[in-house]
T-cell receptor, first 113, second 115 residues
């Protein structure tokens, strides 16, 4: 049973560029959430997708956008990258029903130079 | 707005000690609480989940408690081992409204267990 997978593992981008991160949820899960974790901080909620729609959003600008596909996988897009976007981006999956326990992927380390 | 605080920020103990990590929160309207472990540069591993109606959960050497009335949760680790060295994070899911669906995290406690 595959857990949550994310790609790529590491990414280096230049300020002003755009980036796309990808996530495949744990088998059987239908909900994907994205978090940003700066060095030495706890993860911060970006948004959550269910049934291919953004259901909830944290305090992040519109430069952060996402998508969920019919197979429940998801993408996180960040436009006009800033140095402050450098962080570990974590994807979590869960079931919309039940305990809502979230399972996290290994993360994508984004460095903006 | 839910705020989560973890104390201490860092903890160093000798192998074999029993230890307690603390998590406090400001809004008692929670759906559940999860404790996670994070190794450096890695993702999060779920350790224990406590529903709002529960008082505690146990898994092996780990025991987590929840007291909603006082806004506190503790993670107890028995007979600590060097392999327990990691950052421990607590996270809450709100019970409804705009909090529903997302996890709100504390800053974490960095645990070092030395031989």
């Amino acid at each position: 049973d595959a857990g949550v997978t994310q790609s790529p593992t590491h990414l280096i981008k230049t300020r002003g560029q755009q980036v796309t991160l990808r996530c495949s949820p744990k088998s059987g899960h239908d909900t994907v959430s994205w978090y940003q974790q700066a060095l030495g901080q706890g993860p911060q909620f970006i948004f959550q997708y269910y049934e291919e729609e953004e259901r909830q959003r944290g305090n992040f600008p519109d430069r952060f956008s996402g998508h969920q596909f019919p197979n429940y996988s998801s993408e996180l897009n960040v436009n006009a990258l800033l140095l402050g976007d450098s962080a570990l981006y974590l994807c979590a999956s869960s079931l919309i029903s039940g305990t809502y326990e979230q399972y996290f992927g290994p993360g994508t380390r984004l460095t903006v130079t | 707005k839910q705020e989560v605080t973890q104390i201490p920020a860092a903890l160093s103990v000798p192998e074999g000690e029993n230890l307690v990590l603390n998590c406090s929160f400001t809004d008692s309207a929670i759906y559940n609480l999860q404790w996670f472990r994070q190794d450096p540069g890695k993702g999060l591993t779920s350790l224990l989940l406590i529903q709002s109606s529960q008082r505690e959960q146990t898994s092996g050497r780990l025991n987590a408690s929840l007291d909603k009335s006082s806004g506190r949760s503790t993670l107890y680790i028995a007979a600590s081992q060097p392999g327990d060295s990691a950052t421990y994070l607590c996270a809450l899911r709100g019970a409804g409204g705009t909090s529903y669906g997302k996890l709100t995290f504390g800053q974490g406690t960095i645990l070092t267990v030395h031989p």
